[in-house]
Structure formats: C-alpha cells, structure tokens
C-alpha cells in the first residue's frame, strides 16, 4: 500500500476489541473480549498499532470471523490482516474450518502472521496427523491471498514445509515488535532479596500436571511481594465473581483459585487490557513462569523474565526471538528465582531485535502492508490516544474484605436485570400478536374449512433461564465464597 494513496486504506484486523475500547470489567468478562485468553490482545494489539498509519484504518472483527459475511469485507475492507497464535492444534481445528471457509471467499488480501503448530517439547508433530486436512485448506486458502504466511518459529516452519508450502516465512510474533526495532530490557537490581518484586505466570496444564504449583508454592513463601498474572477467561471469572462453574476450577493450585493462599491475600490478577498489564509489570524486578504472553508483557514493560517452556509453542517463540527459558520437565526442583535472575542474560534477546524487527517488517511490504514506524509516526499517535482513555484495573480477587467493589458488581448485575426485563416485555408483545393472529387464522379456518394452522410462540421462559444464568450464579458463588 503506497504511503501516497489517494484514499485510506482500510485493514480489517481480527482480535477480540480495538485496543482503544473500553469496557468495564463485568462487560468485558460477559462479552469475553480476551478471546478466552487475555494474552491474545498482547499480539493483536500489537499488531493494530504497528498497521495504524496515517492512511490506514485499522478495524478490529471482535473475533467474530464468520459473523460478517464475506460480501460486505470485500466491499468495505482492503485487506484482511490475521494474527495467530498456537492455532494449528486439535482444539482449535472448528475454529480453523470457519476461517477457511471466511477466507475462501474473500477477493482482497489475507495476511496471516505469527501462527504456530502446538506438539511436545520433542517436536513430533503426530498429534496434528488427524487435522492435517484443516491445515491444508487453511493454509492454501491464505496463500492464494497473500505471498506468504508468517510463522513463529522453526517447527511450524518445518511442518509446513514438510506439508509441501514452500512461502513460509518465520517472523515470530507480532507482540515484541510493539515498540519497533526497540526493545529496552534491563536488570535494574544486581540480584533478587526477599523484597523483590516478582510476578509469576503459569497455565493450569503446567499447574496440575507439570509440577509448576511447587514452584508457585515455594516461591510464594520466600517472597512476600510475589504476584501471580493469570490469562484465561476463567481466572478472571474465579477473581471477579468466584465463579469455579469452569472445569478450570478444580484446579486448586492455581493462586487465582478462591481457596488458595495468594487469592485471600490478593495476590492475583487479570488484566483485560494490555496497556495496564504492561504498565504494572513496569515496577517488577522480575517476571518468569509457563506463560509466553504474560512473559512477553514483562519484556515490554523493561522488565527481565524467563519462560518455562512446556510445549512446541513457547519454546520455538524463545529459540526465535532469543528469549532467556527453561524447559519445564528438566527445571531443578528447588528452583528458585533468584537463580534465574542470576542466569537470565539478555544480550542476545536485545542485541539482535533489530534484525528480527527488519525481517518482520519486510514481510509486512512483501505482503503488501504498510507499518507505523516505517510510513507513519512510529507509533506516537495511537501511544497518545491509549494514553487518553481511562482502562479499568486488573482484575483483583474478591475478598472479603473488599466490600466497596459490591457496588460496580451490583450495579452491573441490575443492568442486567433491567435488560432481561425489556426482552421479556417485548417477547410478552410477541406472544400476544401470535396469539392474535392465530385466533384470527382460526376464525377465518373454521369459516372456509381451510386446515388448522399451527404457530410456534416465542420462548419467553428463556428469559427467566438466562436471568439465572446472568445474575444467579455469580451471586450464589459470591455469598459461598464469603462464608469461606
């Protein structure tokens, strides 16, 4: 896209929000603006800055790939611009099948960048065996629309290039580049005390079963101002409203679980928005945990971390952007992290950034898209408007010793209330017209003999189902945890 276009030039971006919505809490947790993983808008906020230029609109889908019909980006968009993180596994194959079916439609541009394929640490890709079809459809489906599709790193190169595509190129993820070719990481303190300010990340596959929740256990009791940074939609929810309805929540080592120590002493958070995420983790000493996300939020912030890599996907983002890590099946297991920080040497990470970020951004021009720090204003606009607006906080633990925040949690639940109401009423309207109109059909049937007409009535008992699902149980869960 030329920088002297006659007109701007519009980017639909999927992501779960534009980085400059902002919504309260409780909205955020209802709509699930994270994509069930708050690390998600690390990379696509990212990835909206760096295309934001001053001939480019930058419009976020809210994830809703298949809810726009493809006739209508053809007609308003330029190009569809996807990034990705482990998308290439099991789990996510329906999701994948509704993208290719989106795409295949499309007639502009579709760039994909910083998708991966999630195997063991071992990097045997025979998990993906059974999905290799969704794969290749998806995959074909982007290059048809694009020279090349960005990955994150060696395996998912290989295993693309062992599928037969050849215009593979590994560019990482989008989220270090937040900042362009800078990236200022430092070690502020000589080494770790007991005062240290650390911060903890952790999934709760490595939690329950990789041996994680006794590195959280240990490290919670020789540093009293640790702080545990969860991800999933469902830590939040166990924060917000106590909520364990999620399978998550029988994973009771998790410090965002109600019965675990660091959650009655309020040492947990959420954050739906990165700009905040970022900006607390600024006065941390260090950050090391399972979470590349949550690490790389620390990296943003000048702030040292480590990753204990449990899979594919976090340890080929390390190889590739140099990320100090350890994989989590050799950590020792009286691993403290003042020995990290010790071993933590971020020469290589900062040394050669530049390079990785000149690559990123050739790939953006091979694929035909502009970036802010190359033809624009490297960023300063969209860092001034972000700055502008008024982000909540993360998201805390409910204790019970913070009974001010009843009133944005009832205050919400009310609108609710009165929302539901409205629907009910307009459905009540409904009914009595189907009612109406049926009586009246009857009428006329019985006069000319015509056959008896039968007519579905709303569901108007779905209301009061979905006031119980809205209201009922985050408050049945609140009062359960208050008697803990």
């Not at 980017?11 to 955020?28: C, M, N, Q, T």
């Not at 945990?289 to 899979?311: E, F, K, M, Q, Y």
Request: hydrophobic share 35%.
């Amino acid at each position: 896209m030329s920088p002297n276009a006659s007109r701007i030039q519009r980017i639909l971006l999927r992501s779960g929000k534009s980085p400059y919505d902002v919504f309260p809490v409780e909205e955020a947790l209802h709509r699930d603006v994270i994509a069930s993983n708050a690390g998600n808008l690390i990379f696509s906020d990212a990835t909206h800055k760096i295309l934001e230029t001053p001939h480019t609109t930058v419009v976020s889908n809210g994830i809703r790939a298949d809810g726009t019909p493809a006739g209508r980006i053809n007609e308003e968009y330029d190009a569809f611009v996807v990034p990705l993180a482990n998308a290439f596994r099991p789990s996510f194959e329906p999701s994948l099948r509704r993208l290719t079916r989106l795409i295949s439609q499309l007639k502009i541009p579709v760039v994909v960048v910083g998708i991966g394929a999630q195997a063991g640490l071992d990097y045997n890709p025979a998990r993906l065996k059974p999905m290799e079809p969704a794969v290749r459809e998806f995959v074909s489906a982007v290059l048809d629309r694009s020279a090349s599709i960005g990955v994150r790193g060696e395996f998912t190169e290989k295993y693309l290039n062992d599928l037969g595509f050849k215009d593979v190129d590994v560019i990482g993820c989008p989220s270090l580049f937040m900042y362009g070719k800078e990236l200022g990481v430092r070690k502020r303190a000589q080494e770790l005390t007991a005062d240290s300010r650390i911060a903890i990340n952790g999934s709760h596959n490595a939690v329950r079963n990789q041996g994680l929740d006794r590195v959280i256990t240990r490290t919670h009791a020789r540093y009293p101002n640790l702080r545990f940074i969860g991800q999933n939609l469902s830590d939040a929810m166990q924060l917000h409203w106590r909520d364990l309805s999620d399978p998550n929540g029988k994973v009771t080592g998790m410090p965002t679980h109600p019965d675990h120590p660091m959650y009655r002493e309020g040492k947990a958070r959420v954050y739906i928005d990165p700009v905040t995420w970022i900006d607390d983790l600024r006065d941390f000493d260090f950050s090391f945990g399972s979470r590349i996300h949550g690490n790389i939020a620390a990296l943003l912030a000048g702030t040292p971390a480590t990753v204990l890599c449990s899979d594919s996907r976090t340890l080929e983002l390390c190889r590739y952007f140099e990320i100090p890590h350890h994989t989590l099946d050799k950590l020792p297991e009286d691993i403290d992290p003042a020995r990290l920080y010790e071993e933590t040497d971020l020469g290589a990470l900062t040394g050669n950034h530049q390079e990785r970020f000149e690559r990123f951004t050739s790939f953006l021009d091979r694929n035909g898209l502009d970036n802010t720090f190359t033809h624009g204003d490297g960023g300063a606009a969209y860092e001034k408007k972000l700055r502008s607006l008024d982000f909540p906080d993360g998201v805390r633990p409910w204790t019970e010793t913070d009974p001010a925040s009843l009133v944005a949690r009832f205050g919400w639940l009310h609108t609710r209330v009165s929302e539901l109401g409205a629907d009910n009423a307009r459905l009540k309207k409904e009914l009595a017209a189907v009612k109406a109109k049926s009586k009246s059909a009857a009428k006329t049937g019985a006069k000319t003999g015509a056959a008896k007409t039968t007519v579905v009535a709303p569901a108007s008992g779905s209301v009061y189902r979905r006031a119980r699902r809205v209201v009922g149980r985050p408050l049945r869960r609140a009062l359960q945890g208050g008697r803990r």
